[in-house]
């Protein structure tokens, strides 16, 4: 079979396509013909090298958490799901044994990792994390939803989200933020949203944002979101300077929900504020498969439409990592293999 792998942790021009054998079930395991696998920052952190988890012994390396698609084979022991059901994957891998484990959510587990190697034409994975697709949800979009919109879901829960809220989106434009997005019109929330393209933010509005704010700079970007309200949520997918922004502008007893680093690894918060303010800063990471078993059920009703930016053959991924890097997108980018 034919695969994406990265075969120097230099960037885009690192990915080549190789060929591998056909992987096979076994016990718990199923394989899937893939259809579509949506890449993410997390993949681009690795292929620039930036991510402690895979170094130059790890090469060639297959990414790819997003995978949606039919199921070819299964091993022994899988239930669920046979051969020729359409479905997509939760990519959480868990321990099954820590106490966070036992207590849930599964996300919070001690060894919580990710599953890569959906960037194929087969992938082999656990069969217990597979989602059996409706009717109506192609593989295209499914592969959209798992890492962005389960993200942003579980974020939107964490700051107890609800109907009539104010919610805080800086970087409204790439794939957790216009999951966020969406996903608060569907909670009943209002948002404000940032970007430093009017073209990408008029996209976003299109898909319901309520208040865009065209800067880069967190003193204007402050300034212009005090004159909108007082944000009950913030969520953050940016870190760096954005999370002072968010908390100083969020109301009192509100809460920032933070899930990545794009902007930097680190940020600084006023702690008179957090406390006299009763705000809460809170981190998240990835969501549980019950989310994105509910979010596949909001898409097949209507009331979810994951935003899908472009589509590339498995041949051109090396292009749509470039996409992703130049921050052109609006949405998810996909690959088709």
């Known amino acids: 079979m034919r695969a994406a792998a990265f075969t120097e942790l230099s960037g885009p021009e690192g990915v080549r396509t190789i060929?591998?054998?056909t992987p096979e079930p076994g016990p718990g395991e199923a394989t899937v013909d893939v259809a579509a696998c949506a890449i993410n920052r997390h993949d681009l952190w690795i292929l620039e090298g930036d991510s402690a988890m895979v170094d130059a012994d790890d090469l060639p390396f297959v990414t790819g958490l997003d995978v949606a698609g039919v199921v070819s084979e299964v091993g022994d022991g899988v239930r669920g799901v046979e051969p020729g059901d359409r479905v997509v994957l939760c990519p959480n891998e868990t321990c099954g044994e820590c106490r966070f484990c036992r207590e849930g959510p599964e996300n919070t587990c001690e060894r919580f990792s990710l599953y890569h190697g959906g960037l194929a034409e087969t992938a082999c994975v656990e069969g217990d994390r597979l989602i059996p697709l409706p009717d109506g949800v192609d593989a295209t979009t499914a592969a959209a939803i798992p890492t962005a919109?389960?993200?942003a879901f579980h974020m939107l829960r964490r700051a107890e989200v609800g109907p009539g809220d104010l919610v805080f989106v800086p970087g409204a434009t790439g794939g957790v933020g216009v999951a966020a997005v969406q996903l608060s019109a569907v909670f009943g929330a209002?948002?404000?949203g940032t970007s430093t393209s009017a073209s990408k933010l008029e996209r976003v509005r299109e898909l319901g944002l309520d208040h865009g704010?065209?800067?880069a700079d967190v003193d204007e970007i402050r300034t212009a979101v005090e004159r909108i309200g007082e944000p009950?949520?913030?969520i953050n997918h940016l870190g760096g300077e954005f999370t002072r922004l968010g908390q100083s502008v969020m109301r009192?007893?509100?809460t920032m929900a933070i899930c990545g680093?794009?902007?930097g690894g680190e940020s600084t918060i006023d702690i008179a504020s957090l406390f006299l303010g009763h705000k809460r800063i809170v981190g998240s990471t990835m969501g549980t498969q019950d989310d994105l078993r509910r979010l596949v059920e909001l898409t097949a009703d209507g009331d979810l439409e994951p935003e899908i930016d472009e589509t590339y053959a498995l041949a051109d991924t090396d292009a749509a990592f470039?996409?992703?890097?130049?921050?052109e997108s609006v949405g998810k980018i996909v690959v088709e293999p």
């Open 149 to 151: 919109y389960m993200t």
């Open 252 to 254: 009192r007893g509100g």
């Open 213 to 215: 704010v065209e800067s």
């Open 232 to 234: 009950d949520a913030v």
């Open 261 to 263: 680093r794009t902007a």
């Open 190 to 192: 209002e948002t404000i």
């Open 19 to 21: 060929e591998r054998d």
């Open 322 to 327: 470039a996409a992703m890097q130049d921050r």
